[in-house]
């Protein structure tokens, strides 16, 4: 039995204990020590007869609030990096939840319902089933009664921290999840459908229908694509690199088809729809409707200072005239006259939406990048001519640089 890293080719882990040791070192490596994350895989292959013919991709939980020196836009980081892979028809998802917490707030469920609502390659798995209070279990839960799946739920007893300490392994550890199963009034009749053991047969047999389920429509995939470029090379059969009009027509047929492709990714229409992970409009939209209340909500609020500032601006411009004794209250402030001053309205409201400049000026930013790199996704057609490529995003890149500064006129 041994492990390989990819980063460290040739050499063979043959102490699981140095692979853990890797795994931390490389991870530090790669973002650094501050519980930051990156999109760049580690890839372990392990060798050994007690293991699967199995690939796993062990992504982050999802986090709500920074720790340490995360960035504040943590929660978009690691939701971005679940969206790269989950969003893969070809893999299964393990929506991983604990069982000592409502299931109704659980992240993984929730994002894998939004990329598998007919929940069709999602299974449920159930931690910490022996750190519930006394009294409760999650039966109902593993007997996919409350909230159910079409493939259903498995529960694990994974090795607590104290056993990691204690060197526990992993035999002794699967001993004691056996045990538990066992043992437990509300689980011993389902204990041979729970555990770690039972996962890795499930997920054996399941992905390999799920691939036998797929093949059909890869195959008919890539037939479509023969077909297609079977008939580009007829085209070119007769195609004389010398006839003017045939040049001219070609530059104009992938001029039209750049801007057909960058319309759809912009208004997400056509055919040929991402699957993989969000772009074009889609990302542009995430930026109004996620990023830009994100940046807007992160912006300092001080309600006890914003009534000091009205009731300031509305004694001044009064200055030393004479007011009746009318006095009218608004919230909490009482006003002088019988109608607020618009001269102080006009400077509250000038001063709160200065304010908003910045967070608007980030969100014109993060379109722009966006916009630009629809653009060169949309290039890579052209990528047999790269001066006609290199060109076309010249072009398009400073007609968006040209609107890009209006833009930021018309927010400032």
């Given at each position: 039995e041994y492990g390989e890293f990819l980063h460290c080719k040739g050499k063979k882990f043959t102490d699981f204990e140095e692979v853990r040791l890797e795994i931390e070192a490389e991870t530090d490596r790669v973002t650094g020590s501050n519980k930051g994350i990156s999109p760049v895989p580690i890839n372990l292959r392990v060798y050994s007869p007690h293991v699967l013919n199995l690939t796993l991709v062990d992504l982050p939980g999802m986090t709500k609030v920074p720790v340490g020196d995360q960035p504040p836009d943590i929660e978009f980081q690691i939701r971005d990096?679940?969206?790269?892979?989950v969003t893969k028809e070809n893999c299964l998802i393990l929506a991983v939840s604990p069982a000592n917490s409502d299931l109704a707030n659980?992240?993984?469920?929730?994002?894998?319902k939004e990329v598998d609502p007919q929940g069709q390659r999602t299974i449920g798995v159930i931690t910490k089933l022996d750190l519930m209070d006394e009294g409760t279990d999650a039966r109902d839960v593993l007997e996919n009664k409350l909230l159910p799946l079409r493939r259903g739920y498995i529960g694990v007893v994974n090795r607590s921290q104290k056993d990691i300490d204690g060197k526990k392994d992993i035999?002794?550890?699967l001993a004691a999840e056996?045990?538990?199963f066992l043992s437990h009034p509300a689980y011993r009749h389902m204990a041979d459908r729970m555990g770690t053991p039972y996962l890795q047969k499930v997920l054996n047999q399941q992905l390999t229908n799920h691939i036998r389920d797929t093949l059909p429509g890869l195959r008919n995939k890539l037939q479509s694509q023969l077909l297609s470029i079977e008939k580009e090379v007829e085209e070119y059969k007769n195609f004389r690199p010398d006839d003017p009009a045939r040049k001219t027509k070609a530059l104009l047929q992938m001029v039209q088809q750049f801007a057909v492709d960058f319309e759809k990714r912009i208004e997400g229409s056509g055919d040929q729809i991402d699957t993989y992970e969000l772009s074009g409009g889609?990302?542009?939209?995430?930026i109004f409707h996620e990023r830009f209340p994100f940046e807007l909500v992160k912006m300092e609020f001080d309600e006890k200072e914003l009534r000091r500032e009205i009731s300031y601006a509305i004694k001044n411009i009064h200055g030393?005239?004479?007011v009746s004794r009318t006095r009218q209250t608004i919230g909490c402030i009482a006003l002088t006259g019988l109608f607020t001053p618009d001269m102080a309205f006009e400077t509250i409201v000038k001063k709160q939406v200065k304010k908003i400049k910045e967070p608007c000026l980030?969100?014109?930013d993060m379109v722009i990048s966006e916009l630009i790199n629809t653009v060169r996704q949309c290039t890579k057609k052209l990528s047999q001519?790269?001066?006609l490529r290199e060109e076309m995003e010249r072009i398009v890149t400073t007609h968006i640089r040209e609107r890009e500064g209006r833009t930021k006129d018309q927010v400032g």
């Amino acid at each position: 039995e041994y492990g390989e890293f990819l980063h460290c080719k040739g050499k063979k882990f043959t102490d699981f204990e140095e692979v853990r040791l890797e795994i931390e070192a490389e991870t530090d490596r790669v973002t650094g020590s501050n519980k930051g994350i990156s999109p760049v895989p580690i890839n372990l292959r392990v060798y050994s007869p007690h293991v699967l013919n199995l690939t796993l991709v062990d992504l982050p939980g999802m986090t709500k609030v920074p720790v340490g020196d995360q960035p504040p836009d943590i929660e978009f980081q690691i939701r971005d990096m679940l969206m790269q892979f989950v969003t893969k028809e070809n893999c299964l998802i393990l929506a991983v939840s604990p069982a000592n917490s409502d299931l109704a707030n659980s992240d993984a469920l929730k994002i894998a319902k939004e990329v598998d609502p007919q929940g069709q390659r999602t299974i449920g798995v159930i931690t910490k089933l022996d750190l519930m209070d006394e009294g409760t279990d999650a039966r109902d839960v593993l007997e996919n009664k409350l909230l159910p799946l079409r493939r259903g739920y498995i529960g694990v007893v994974n090795r607590s921290q104290k056993d990691i300490d204690g060197k526990k392994d992993i035999q002794a550890a699967l001993a004691a999840e056996r045990k538990f199963f066992l043992s437990h009034p509300a689980y011993r009749h389902m204990a041979d459908r729970m555990g770690t053991p039972y996962l890795q047969k499930v997920l054996n047999q399941q992905l390999t229908n799920h691939i036998r389920d797929t093949l059909p429509g890869l195959r008919n995939k890539l037939q479509s694509q023969l077909l297609s470029i079977e008939k580009e090379v007829e085209e070119y059969k007769n195609f004389r690199p010398d006839d003017p009009a045939r040049k001219t027509k070609a530059l104009l047929q992938m001029v039209q088809q750049f801007a057909v492709d960058f319309e759809k990714r912009i208004e997400g229409s056509g055919d040929q729809i991402d699957t993989y992970e969000l772009s074009g409009g889609a990302r542009i939209n995430r930026i109004f409707h996620e990023r830009f209340p994100f940046e807007l909500v992160k912006m300092e609020f001080d309600e006890k200072e914003l009534r000091r500032e009205i009731s300031y601006a509305i004694k001044n411009i009064h200055g030393i005239r004479h007011v009746s004794r009318t006095r009218q209250t608004i919230g909490c402030i009482a006003l002088t006259g019988l109608f607020t001053p618009d001269m102080a309205f006009e400077t509250i409201v000038k001063k709160q939406v200065k304010k908003i400049k910045e967070p608007c000026l980030k969100c014109v930013d993060m379109v722009i990048s966006e916009l630009i790199n629809t653009v060169r996704q949309c290039t890579k057609k052209l990528s047999q001519y790269p001066h006609l490529r290199e060109e076309m995003e010249r072009i398009v890149t400073t007609h968006i640089r040209e609107r890009e500064g209006r833009t930021k006129d018309q927010v400032g």
